[in-house]
């Protein structure tokens, strides 16, 4: 028996596809928690934002969204802040969180305010990427070092940079998804991941995954496509490490003021066992390949029961619309 009652959630749209570079993988997500809410009775459809206005949600009779969608206008507060304002729940983090979780430098910024601890970064605007800006980079971070789009996820657009060289065709490549571009410190050593559950006091830190990717390319083809990736949960950290790593994330999530659910990615330096945060994602993966299913699979939570709990989390920013009859 499923602890929710179902037919309290009333019509529910699964919002996948969007127009973001992550379309095909929010396709598979929102393809696979379709089938798991309508597989516990959720009166679940389809409804992609690329395809339709939004204002068909409450024309519709639309009670509530879970939110299936990655990348820009998905993840990064637009969609939310169109929910807010016709006054349907939705999953995930609001407005400002999730705005704010969507750009990594904004993100490292409230971190690094917060004393958490988030590797060394340079952010290259726009009217900041001439040859011998672009080339200065290596001298303050140091050789490797990655440089990335700071507005995308599915690792699209990022470039592991070994020597100055690599400076111009990396920015070059980041450039294509953003024209800001964020340059940042290489930690070598352990990559991990760390998903929550809940908000404020009461969010929960589901066990840590260990990422053991090729030659450590954990990239947009290993991550979906291929089965090369070895993922360890558990983690097979020691025990003093996991609870240290879960204190971090949960520290994270709430000082960007994340509610329902979210996924930190984090590198442990193997010189002294420290972990960094990399990012927040706000609408993590739901996917075969996807690492929230497989954490919350370790404490017992079904892929079904775990897109209810989401489900049943959905909520507004605006406390006087959450009470308001939907």
């Known amino acids: 028996m499923s602890q929710f009652d179902v037919k ?29 809410l309508r597989s516990r009775g959720v009166d679940a459809h389809a409804f992609d934002p690329a395809e339709r206005d939004l204002g068909d949600l409450r ?12 990348g820009r206008h998905g993840e990064d507060g ?62 303050v971070l140091g050789l490797p070092l990655i440089v990335k789009p700071p507005r995308e996820g599915s690792s699209i657009g990022v470039t592991k940079v070994q020597g100055y060289s690599d400076m111009q065709d990396a920015v070059a490549l980041s450039v294509r998804y953003d024209p800001d571009v964020l340059c940042e410190e ?8 760390c998903p929550v559950l809940g908000e404020g006091r009461h ?13 450590g390319a954990y990239d947009y083809q290993n991550k979906y496509f291929t089965d090369d990736v070895k993922y360890q949960c558990p ?15 949960l520290a994270a999530y709430r000082t960007l003021g994340c509610r329902g659910w979210g996924r930190a990615d984090l590198m442990i330096r193997a010189s002294d066992r420290k972990p960094f945060l990399l990012e927040m994602n706000t609408s993590p993966g739901m996917t075969t390949h996807s690492l929230v299913p497989m954490s919350a699979r370790a404490v017992g939570i079904a892929y079904e029961d775990l897109c209810l ?7 507004l920013d605006t406390p006087a619309a959450n009470g308001a009859p939907s």
């Open 8 to 36: 309290s959630f009333g019509k529910v749209a699964v919002l996948m596809g969007g127009t973001s570079a992550e379309r095909k993988i929010s396709l598979m997500s929102g393809g696979g928690v379709l089938a798991a």
């Open 59 to 70: 024309r519709e009779g639309f009670a509530r969204c879970f939110i299936a969608l990655h």
């Open 78 to 139: 637009t969609v939310q802040g169109a929910l807010e304002l016709l006054g349907i729940p939705y999953t995930g983090p609001g407005v400002m969180a999730s705005s704010i979780a969507m750009d990594k430098v904004m993100t490292k910024r409230v971190w690094i305010a917060e004393n958490l601890p988030t590797p060394r970064f340079v952010r290259l605007a726009a009217d900041q990427q001439q040859r011998e800006q672009v080339r200065a980079v290596p001298d």
């Open 186 to 193: 290489f930690i070598d050593g352990d990559e991990v991941t």
């Open 203 to 215: 969010a929960q830190a589901l066990p840590v995954i260990r990422i053991l990717a090729p030659e």
């Open 235 to 249: 983690s097979g950290l020691p025990e003093a490490e996991e609870r240290e790593i879960q204190r971090i994330v």
């Open 309 to 315: 709990r989401v489900l049943a989390s959905a909520a």
